[in-house]
């Protein structure tokens, strides 16, 4: 490990979440913490900079990963951002395997959801170190214990707060720092208006020590001098104690919890601090390759038009420059970096190089895909790629007017080359073009992308699926009729033509099965 890159300012991070927790409300509020965007977007009117595809911003839902930087006291923050919809595993996965740490956005009435869940394990399998920020907290019904709880029950984690809510509900107002034993005070929701410091309101002092005594003791279990302390009933120096919550943290050994609002305004400043205050710097996070070396990069996301592809990188090793040659060393083939860009919320800004612990785009790259890695030479080895879910539905889609045959397949082939868990093929039988995906959601926006980028018109339709066998029955036999077992297709039309073979040796009958899903099964049932 470089201790360079140890120091370094600098936090790749993802803020997950289920649908509706209030991740993209959250960024926005870091984008203007972190002063990107002057004016906070929200996502009710549809005016929000991390969502920048029109489609994504109508539906209020993010798909793209896209990284934007930020800078929060003297430390860059690139935001990885990280769908929470289940049809776009995919681009969860892709963030787990470049971030170094994230944010789990819950929200303070539903607590722990679905997709909260199956992120959480899918950052589980990439070692991803986490905070918790239990948002929502001025909703009526709206509980930060019980959301703890439901960490600890559902997620098996060993939940930390950070800060107690002051407050419930519409009358959430403050957070009570556990650490400093001082309360924030956010007495407007107005953002540009800081919180006020203040004295711990007398009828949460309880709890609030109780809740200190817990991370005190997590932070002394970790650190021989402060176990002294502790032990000792001595004042416990709050560096020291950060330092240890921030191993601990990164260890797994604990996931710290934050209280907040986003949408009024409240908590976001001090989840920041977390961020850099615990979250690992690119060499320190457990599952960082080592960052000295020959250069070394892995291409995680790419975003084309028909003139090119701008590919975003995470460098592990080495140094990326403007104008170098490299190799694909997925491929074998030689690349030229024409330019680095580092993605603001709403401009770019050019780098001449990048080093380990970076993320940005590259233009230039002619032959690159998600999962590929850059690297000095082309024998290099291989960066571990991006595991691609299986496909598990599949729409036919043909462009309604023939005329724009040419443009839905130039525009096919940059939403595969895009996204690698949408495939394209070509039914043989039926001669239908069929795309496949992880769920109808991402079919859904793969559709609409077509129409507004690409400006075809496609119609949509179940895939027909040609289904021929031959079945060998008794000569006597007259009927043969087909039962379905298991697997989600229903068939909405079956048509059976049914030939004798010569010699009485069955039947041969071919049919046509038009229905949601690809029948997976079927038991031959001959009368
Ligand atoms: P995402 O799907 O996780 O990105 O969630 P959004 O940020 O789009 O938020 C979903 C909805 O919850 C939107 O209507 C937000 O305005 C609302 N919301 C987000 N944060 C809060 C919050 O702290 N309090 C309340 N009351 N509503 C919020």
Redesign the pocket.
Known sequence: MNSNNTLRNLRNIGVI????????????RILFYTGENHRIG???DGNTAMDFDPQERAR???IHSVATTVHWQGTQINLIDTP?HIDFNLEVRRSLRVLDGAVV?FD?VAGVEPQTETNWRLADEYRVPRLAFV?????TGADFHRVVASLEDRLGVRALPLQLPIGAEAEFRGVVDLLTMQALVWDRDDAKVPPRVAAIPPELLPAAQAARARLLEAAAELDDALLDAWLRGAELPVDALRAALRRGTIAGAFVPVLA?????NRGVEPLLDAVVAYLPAPGEAPGAAASEGPLSALAFKLTADDHGAMVFVRVYSGTLKRGDTVFNASTGKPERVARLYEIHADRRVERDALVAGDIAGVVGLKDVLTGHTLAATKDAPVLESIAVPAAVIDVAIEPRQQADAAALAKGLGVLVREDPSLRLRQDADSGQTLLSGMGELQLEVAVEKLRSRFGVDVAVGRPQVAYRETITAPAEVRHVHRKQSGGPGQFAELTLRIAPLPRGEGFRFSNTVVGGAIPREFIPAVE
């Open positions: 979440a289920h649908v509706d927790a209030g991740k993209t409300t959250t960024t926005e929200d996502v009710n209020g839902i993010t929470g956005v303070g948002n929502k907290l001025d909703r907040g609002s986003a949408f009024r």
